[in-house]
């Protein structure tokens, strides 16, 4: 059992930069893949960003390749995700999520999940 709390949402113009953390409590956070997800009003869950539980893979949707980065500490059992160059389309809730084994995009490989924390971006 794994469970998830995200931070760091909040409101920024376009152009600038939001970190947002997920912190993990539970048994073996260190095995399991994370990943952000994302949600805008009216659409579906999107994936953003993953990573395995070694660090050494990432992958990204195409939307935030080149902006965001997402990295992990897994003796702090800490996930973050750095937002630069944000844009008003990056408008969403963000959702931490894990799962055990390899990295999956589709939101209902993952077996947990945060609250999520809104960020907004300004034009």
């Known amino acids: 059992q794994v469970h998830l709390v995200e931070s760091g949402g909040g409101l920024v113009q376009a152009g600038g930069s939001l970190t947002l953390s997920c912190a993990a409590s539970?048994?073996?956070?260190?095995?399991?893949?994370m990943a952000w997800f994302r949600q805008a009003p009216g659409k579906e869950r999107e994936f953003v960003a993953a990573?395995?539980?070694?660090?050494?893979?990432?992958y990204y949707s195409d939307s935030v390749k080149g902006r965001f980065t997402i990295s992990r500490d897994n003796a702090k059992n800490t996930v973050l995700l750095q937002m630069n160059s944000l844009k008003p389309e990056d408008t969403a809730v963000y959702y931490c999520?894990?799962?055990?084994?390899?990295?999956?995009?589709?939101?209902?490989?993952?077996?947990?999940w945060g609250q999520g924390t809104q960020v907004t971006v300004s034009s």
């Open positions: 999520a894990a799962k055990s084994l390899g990295i999956e995009t589709m939101p209902d490989r993952y077996a947990y």
């Open positions: 539970g048994r073996a956070f260190g095995y399991y893949t």
């Open positions: 990573i395995v539980w070694r660090g050494d893979i990432t």
